[in-house]
């Protein structure tokens, strides 16, 4: 059993920068895909952000891309989403998700087995 805990929410203004941690319990965290997911008040949970088992493949949502990086340390059963220039809009309950088996795409939550429990980001103007 795989357990996600993330971190590092908080509130900032816009055009600022957070970092989100996503620490996982499993010692097979290397053989997971990671992804991180986010959803505000009213929306569908959308996906922000995804990075293959290495970290040598990174996939991002237009909205975010060139604001956003996705890495990970599996030294540190660690996955983290550096947020800079954040907007008003991006303000929601960022989750993490980790899958085992391969997908051709990384934005569809109901392809991930394992999520965490959210952390809140809120962007104030």
């Known amino acids: 059993q795989v357990q996600l805990v993330e971190s590092g929410g908080g509130l900032v203004q816009a055009g600022g920068s957070l970092r989100l941690s996503c620490a996982s319990s499993g010692r097979t965290f290397s053989t997971y895909y990671m992804g991180w997911f986010r959803q505000a008040p009213g929306k569908e949970r959308e996906f922000v952000a995804g990075i293959n088992r290495s970290g040598s493949s990174t996939y991002y949502a237009d909205s975010v891309k060139g604001r956003f990086t996705i890495s990970r340390d599996n030294a540190k059963n660690t996955v983290y989403l550096q947020m800079n220039s954040l907007k008003p809009e991006d303000a929601a309950v960022y989750f993490c998700?980790?899958?085992?088996?391969?997908?051709?795409?990384?934005?569809?939550?109901?392809?991930?087995?394992?999520w965490g429990q959210g952390t809140q980001v809120t962007v104030s103007s």
């Open positions: 998700a980790g899958r085992y088996y391969y997908s051709a795409t990384y934005s569809r939550p109901d392809e991930y087995d394992y």
